[in-house]
């Protein structure tokens, strides 16, 4: 298996532009989390899904920020209008099914400069 | 809300010599995982600890768990410069799959 997919690998874009962020999990994986990452703030959840549908999105900083995932291959994090403080790395990690004695795989990341 | 501390925030050491790290959580934990970083990669699973009193080894790195303490270690037995990367201990909350991270560890492995 290729492992947790992420795109693009580094944006950088201007304050109010509009930012996708991509992720297919690992085939068979029913978690998918959204992380984000910053010097100041550490390793933060943002949302998590089971089997598509959202569970937790109480770590979502604010509303300019939105995830989907349409199915079980695809999800995205959308953060508009953009804004500096944005700027982190944003990880994806998928997990099988709660019942294994298994770990959340992390994607490479996306490195986020907003200017 | 579970909060995961970790200590030492940074360490040092000379290769060749031994270290633990200290990993504290505030309520009952489901599991406790240990991840490693390496600087501008992403995280790597290296244990998942799922009962009181469980010890996993891997190379010169191994990884217990004393629920009733609420205290994960990871000690690093004669380090080598390979080893020098953030570790990170993250736990879970029963029902949820939502995991809290330390802060990190900053291992760096002086020749």
């Known amino acids: 298996d290729a492992g947790v997919i992420q795109s693009p690998r580094h944006e950088v874009t201007e304050m109010g532009q509009e930012v996708t962020l991509r992720c297919k999990p690992i085939?068979?994986?029913?978690?998918l989390f959204w992380y984000r990452q910053t010097m100041m703030r550490g390793l933060e959840l943002l949302i998590y899904?089971?089997?598509?549908?959202?569970?937790?999105d109480s770590g979502m900083p604010e509303d300019r920020f939105s995830a989907k995932m349409p199915n079980a291959s695809f999800s995205t994090l959308k953060i508009q209008p953009s804004e500096p403080r944005d700027s982190a790395v944003y990880f994806c990690?998928?997990?099988?099914?709660?019942?294994?004695?298994?770990?959340?795989?992390f994607g490479p990341g996306t490195r986020l400069t907003v200017l | 809300e579970l909060k995961v501390e970790q200590n030492p925030l940074f360490l040092s050491m000379q290769e060749g010599k031994n270290y633990t790290i200290y990993c504290n959580y505030s309520?009952?934990?489901?599991?406790l995982y240990w991840y490693r970083q390496d600087p501008g990669k992403s995280l790597e699973s290296l244990f998942v600890?799922?009962?009181?009193?469980a010890v996993k080894q891997e190379g010169r790195l191994m990884a217990s768990l004393d629920t009733k303490a609420r205290l994960s270690t990871l000690h690093i037995t004669a380090a080598v410069h390979d080893l020098s990367a953030t570790y990170f201990c993250?736990?879970?909350?029963?029902?949820?799959?939502?995991?809290?991270f330390g802060t990190g560890t900053r291992l760096t492995i002086i020749p």
């Open positions: 990690a998928s997990r099988a099914d709660r019942a294994s004695p298994d770990t959340q795989y």
């Open positions: 085939s068979g994986h029913d978690y």
């Open positions: 899904f089971n089997n598509n549908v959202p569970i937790d």
């Open positions: 309520t009952t934990s489901d599991r």
């Open positions: 600890l799922l009962s009181n009193g």
């Open positions: 993250a736990g879970d909350h029963f029902g949820n799959e939502k995991l809290t």
